[in-house]
């Protein structure tokens, strides 16, 4: 998002981003339950090569993000890295690089939260027990679907600061007072909430049914993906943390 687009942002518009970042978000998830769950690819201990520590997934992931940041992929709030430390920089500078939030805003993220919780609870729930050695795959499927998630979690960067332009006095009051509590409350809107979550269960039974050539209509019940995950992955996870991000953006929004 270009920083001269920042004036024109409203809440509508952020909120049609977050809803079509919710059809990658599906389809990324789609796209990893076709492989098992694969766990030697995320057992640190699996991996006996020790030119690299840790797991295969986070050796695969540190190289994808060296190569994303060399391309100028996290010159963005909202494009946030697994592993900043020692990223190489950007070959390129792209329009994205001119400041569009305040300069606390590069700071924050949630992504050390996302990993834990996508590789140690979603996925086992995601992924059907199994092996069939095609780990690279598997993990390069993960990187789609974490880095769609990490990117709809930050955009709570944005939300927060079109809800502090809509009430600057009253934010800045509770901002003033360290007010969590209040700052929650103030930008919790729990009817849209209640939309995202029946439309991205909904769209995990339309995208995610198997389409045949049969003159029966197609009204079996078994799905790619469990749209009730993935109603449980907004519910438990994706909202809770958007909104995170929302107040440690606003805790941080009169540095
Ligand atoms: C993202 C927003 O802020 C909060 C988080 C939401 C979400 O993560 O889906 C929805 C409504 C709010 O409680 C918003 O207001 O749209």
């Known amino acids: 998002m270009g920083s001269e687009g920042f004036d024109?942002?409203?809440?509508?518009?952020?909120?049609?981003?977050?809803?079509?970042?919710?059809?990658?978000?599906?389809?990324?998830?789609?796209?990893?339950?076709?492989?098992?769950?694969?766990s030697p690819a995320y057992d640190p201990n699996a991996n006996k090569n020790v030119s690299f520590p840790g797991s295969l997934m986070e050796f695969?992931?540190?190289?994808?993000?060296?190569?994303?940041?060399?391309?100028?992929?996290?010159?963005?709030?909202?494009?946030v890295p697994f592993f900043p430390d020692g990223l190489p920089s950007a070959i390129i500078c792209t329009s994205n690089c001119l400041q569009i939030l305040p300069p606390a805003a590069a700071s924050i993220s949630v992504n050390k939260n996302i990993w834990d919780i996508y590789v140690n609870q979603f996925l086992p729930l995601l992924a059907a027990k199994g092996d069939?050695?095609?780990?690279?795959?598997?993990?390069?499927?993960?990187?789609?679907?974490?880095?769609?998630?990490?990117?709809?979690?930050?955009?709570?960067?944005?939300?927060?600061?079109?809800?502090?332009?809509?009430a600057p006095e009253a934010y800045t009051a509770a901002i003033r007072a360290k007010d969590r509590d209040a700052l929650m409350n103030m930008l919790t809107d729990e009817k849209v909430e209640a939309m995202v979550k029946q439309r991205v269960q909904k769209k995990a039974m339309v995208f995610g049914q198997e389409v045949t050539l049969s003159v029966t209509s197609n009204n079996s019940s078994n799905y790619k993906v469990d749209p009730s995950l993935v109603y449980r992955l907004y519910d438990e996870w994706i909202i809770p943390l958007t909104k995170e991000v929302e107040v440690q953006y606003l805790l941080r929004r009169l540095d």
């Open 8 to 38: 024109k942002l409203s809440l509508d518009s952020i909120r049609q981003t977050l809803i079509g970042l919710e059809d990658t978000i599906i389809f990324s998830l789609i796209a990893r339950a076709k492989f098992p769950l694969n």
């Open 60 to 79: 695969l992931v540190k190289g994808a993000e060296a190569v994303q940041s060399q391309g100028g992929r996290y010159q963005t709030p909202e494009e």
């Open 132 to 166: 069939d050695g095609n780990y690279a795959l598997a993990v390069a499927s993960d990187l789609v679907c974490l880095q769609a998630i990490s990117r709809r979690i930050h955009y709570g960067k944005y939300v927060a600061e079109v809800k502090f332009r809509g």
